[in-house]
């Protein structure tokens, strides 16, 4: 039985941060080389659709900056200020990282809007298309490596990096078709370059509004989803002595970690050790079905339970 009273839980580091941050290394060299490919196919052709995606990649560098820095935080053992640990920097990073989202996404939309209403002609179109695509097969490679991660290591720092990436290719792809219609077109369909960089922007902001979602979501304490908690309450009923039962469940999730907290009720009669080992494989049994997740229980008499319906 889980005992807080005295004073700080122990909680040790996660763990999972310090790989995970190694994993964002990847995300940071590869923001870098393309943002420098997309200003330079930006250079070549003078597509406002390019600059959008460049604007985009220069984002995504700094999103992985400030989630490289979270995971940093995120790891910390808890302390006496903060006695259940770091792990909700996770959430913090999550929600900038949707902020600066929606500013790339503004910045797009008006760069945009300036082109439509002064439409340029598009120089070396061949080249950027090609330097476009090399960036866009780079993006693809570790997004996909770091969502494989991110699920390893149940962190929503590195997953919101992983489909921000996964964002910039498919915002790469539809530039590259418009850069290749506009290529062979006549050049009325120049005006094909700003509304492309507009859609462009338009798919960044629900993905930055989705990130912000979630990671409100994390800082306001929500429950376990309903398959975790259907998984806790199996564990629960698994582990009850005969003449126990429980209420009072409470689940909530900070970063990667889990907390779920029950009361126990035996017959009044039980000895406080069988109650206390009552307790324990109760707990034992909820962290070998979610890892990570720390249970506290409290122990009562039956006759002390608020109405006495079954849980």
Known sequence: MTTESAGIPRREASGAAAPASRVLLFSIAASLVTMALKITAYAFTGSVSLLSDALEST????????????????DRPADRSHAYGHEKAEYFSSGVEGALILVAAIAIIYAAVQRFLD???LTDLGAGIGIALAAS??????????????KHY???????????LMTDVWTSAGVVAALAVMAFAPPRWLILDPIVAVLVGLNIIRTGTDLIRRSMAGLMDSSLPETEIRQVEEAIRASLDPGAAYH???????GSRRFVE????????LCVTRGHD???????????????TSVSTH??????RPGRDPS
């Open 59 to 74: 984002v995504n560098l700094a999103a992985a900056l400030i989630a490289f820095l979270a995971l940093a935080v995120a």
């Open 119 to 121: 439409p340029r002609p």
């Open 137 to 150: 097969g780079i993006n693809f490679g570790v997004s996909r490596f770091m969502l494989r991660k991110a």
């Open 154 to 164: 149940d962190s929503i720092a590195l997953e919101a990096d992983a489909r921000h």
């Open 248 to 254: 009072g469940l409470r689940t909530r999730k900070s």
């Open 262 to 269: 029950l009361h126990v009720t035996v017959p009044g009669d």
């Open 278 to 292: 009552c307790c324990e494989r109760i707990e034992a049994a909820i962290e070998r079905r979610l890892p990570k």
């Open 299 to 304: 122990l009562e008499p039956d006759d002390a």
